[in-house]
């Protein structure tokens, strides 16, 4: 018996460890593949993250929970639908929230591996060949929140189709889907939150027509056609969208919304930002803003009868006690009315164009706790006014104030003594002593001299200011005789010189300044020398080529321009000549070149191939046609801008995958169009 007990054990021992083996031969068998399928598409992107209770988290090292195997994957960017199934099979693919398919080709059989990825939330197909039979299988996902189909070939009569299951709570889609298909998906899709992408960039009439069809109660928090040409009669459709968060509303010009048809948006008590524009507002009109509770943003807009809307009508703001931004266009503003909107202590941004302020309307800077900016615009202020809005102490940081007519003497005296950090002054003529006095601001980091009229010496002045990292002088007067000035800014970052006199000959100097990161020189008189002196400059190169030999400049200066990172070229001479020399500017990863309304053309654009990543390129106004597509769909892009180009929205579909390097994003390429 006991040598039976003996033998029963061994073999019992021998099975468990012939079990134990298969086991981690099974692992270290799936350990391979897994790491041979990633080591042969390396441009699948796995994001991983901890997926384990707080309490765990806040008392194992994370190595050491990443080494017992808590470490799940979350997000997953790849290719085509062969990898996708390959994944779902050698993966955990359970704790996936974030999936894009991009640069590759996917069929509508193979989005059924989504069923593996119960915790997915947002799915990008962009570019991508999937149909309308696609929609039933997506529509199976329960958790799906966002959804984006730019480029793809999804009708909006495909849409449709969610109804018979589950909608996602916002999708994106591009120009080529038919306005009138989609909309009628939008009403029977009860449960969508959002919809938009390029498809929201078409000018289409938006009048109110559309609103009138809803015949449901739907859940858009933002209307898909903004803004919208109102009349009561579509107003009144506005208690079948309670959900919205954002509405902008313009007047029909022979049938305008009265107080009447804004009654109806006291039952938006998720609203909180609504434009009202050119409508018949009177102070019983402004009652109804009093039933807004989560009103952060709100602007009135040239009322029809401005006299209408007196101190009694703004007090009904009163219980917005979220208000934050409010911008008043067109309105009579008393002393009564002032002291009324001083009493909306949560303001932060408060915006004045076109009003005519009463004598004894002042504002007082110290009732706003929170005001961060104050902006005038086409007004007379008196100088009572403007030394309210200066010497009164406050955390206001930015004063603007464009086209109105003030003395400036009573601005400059009690500048000093403000808190400010960005000035901007518009449309102005502004003196040697007025610049001077400004400079003694030591907290000033911007200021927007746009449109003003600055002397010589204005100019020296400028040069001397020792901290000021954003300087704007677009459409001023300064001339290339004026640039070596600003030469002695030494922490000027952001220059911007659109529409002014600066040729060519002032690119020498601007590559000279060391901290520069940032030059617009929009509508200028820059030529494709210009670029190429500035450019060559920044990388400390000499031409080799047959054109003249640069301008010796020190080596120190030869590479200061290395850090540029934004140059717009809008409206200049420049041509396909530029091009190489933007390219080794891109080099650097801009942030944006902007070429819009140039000369570049379909041959010149080749010249970008093989750049680094780049955030914006505008192509607005340029010549350029669907032959240059291949091209920018190769380029590392994150940002397209082809208004007014040859190029249509067929064409466009493919511009919406992602380029391989554009690793560290996920989401879909802004293409504007």
């Not at 091009?579 to 080794?584: F, S």
Request: overall charge negative; proline content about 4%; some cysteine.
């Amino acid at each position: 018996m006991k040598r039976f007990l003996s033998r029963r054990a061994f073999w019992t021992a021998i099975v468990v460890l012939l079990i134990a083996g298969g086991f981690v031969a099974r692992l270290k068998y799936r350990q391979n593949s897994r790491e041979t399928f990633l080591r042969q598409n390396p441009n699948i992107i796995l994001e991983r993250e901890l997926i384990v209770s707080d309490f765990l988290e806040d008392n194992i090292p994370s190595g050491t929970l990443r080494w017992l195997g808590f470490d799940g994957i979350v997000g997953v960017k790849l290719e085509s639908g062969e990898q996708l199934a390959q994944l779902v099979d050698l993966f955990d693919v359970s704790h996936v929230r974030e999936v894009q398919l991009q640069n590759g080709t996917v069929s509508d059989d193979a989005l059924e591996a989504f069923a593996e990825m119960p915790s997915l939330e947002n799915l990008w197909l962009d570019g991508m060949p999937v149909t309308d039979a696609a929609i039933p299988i997506l529509a199976k996902i329960k958790g799906l929140k966002r959804l984006s189909l730019c480029g793809t070939n999804v009708t909006g009569t495909g849409l449709v189709q969610f109804r018979d299951g589950y909608t996602p709570e916002e999708i994106n889609v591009d120009l080529r889907l038919d306005k009138e298909e989609t909309w009628q998906a939008i009403l029977q899709l009860p449960e969508l939150k959002r919809f938009g992408g390029a498809w929201m960039q078409n000018s289409e009439s938006r009048t109110e027509e559309r609103l009138l069809r809803i015949d449901e109660q739907l859940s858009l928090e933002y209307s898909p056609f903004l803004p919208l040409t109102f009349s009561d009669a579509g107003m009144q459709k506005l208690e079948l969208t309670p959900d919205l968060r954002g509405l902008r509303v313009k007047s029909n010009a022979s049938n305008p919304v009265t107080d009447v048809g804004l009654k109806n948006i006291e039952k938006l008590n998720s609203l909180r930002v609504l434009y009202l524009e050119e409508i018949d507002l009177t102070d019983e009109g402004m009652a109804s803003l009093n039933n807004l509770p989560a009103l952060e943003h709100l602007a009135i807009n040239k009322p029809i009868r401005p006299e209408s809307i007196t101190s009694a009508g703004w007090k009904h703001l009163s219980k917005s006690k979220d208000l934050k931004h409010l911008s008043i266009i067109g309105c009579h503003l008393d002393a009564e009315t002032i002291e009324v909107i001083s009493s909306f202590h949560n303001l932060n941004y408060l915006t004045l164009q076109e009003c005519e302020m009463s004598e004894g309307a002042v504002i007082d800077l110290s009732a706003f706790p929170k005001l961060n900016i104050l902006h005038f615009e086409n007004m007379t202020l008196t100088d009572q006014q403007i030394k309210s809005a200066c010497i009164t102490p406050s955390i206001a940081t930015t004063l603007s104030i464009k086209e109105c007519n003030f003395d400036w003497v009573n601005l400059v005296d009690s500048a000093t003594a403000q808190t400010y950090t960005h000035l901007s002054f518009s449309r102005l003529t502004v003196t040697a002593d007025q610049l001077k006095s400004l400079s003694r601001m030591s907290g000033l980091n911007f200021l927007d001299l746009a449109g003003c009229q600055i002397s010589k010496e204005g100019y020296a002045i400028l040069g001397k200011f020792k901290m000021l990292p954003r300087l704007r002088l677009s459409d001023t007067n300064i001339t290339d005789d004026e640039i070596p000035l600003l030469a002695g800014i030494p922490t000027l970052m952001h220059l911007g010189l659109g529409g002014t006199e600066i040729t060519d000959a002032s690119m020498v100097q601007l590559a000279g300044m060391p901290t520069l990161t940032s030059i617009n020189l929009a509508n200028t008189k820059v030529t494709d020398e210009g670029v190429r002196i500035l450019l060559e400059q920044a990388k400390g190169m000499r031409s080799t080529s047959a054109n003249p030999p640069l301008p010796s400049l020190p080596p120190a200066v030869a590479t200061n321009l290395g850090k540029l990172t934004y140059l717009d070229l809008t409206g200049t001479a420049i041509t396909d000549q530029s091009i190489p020399h933007l390219r080794e500017l891109m080099m650097f990863r801009a942030q944006g070149v902007i070429l819009a309304d140039t000369q570049i053309t379909d041959a010149g654009l080749k010249e970008f191939v093989g750049m680094r990543r780049c955030g914006l390129l505008d192509l607005s106004g340029t010549a350029i046609t669907k032959e240059s597509v291949p091209v920018l769909e190769d380029l590392p892009l994150f940002h397209i801008r082809l208004k007014g180009t040859g190029i249509d929205p067929d064409d466009v579909s493919r511009l919406y995958r992602r380029h391989p390097s554009e690793i560290g994003a996920i989401g879909t390429r802004w293409i504007e169009f």
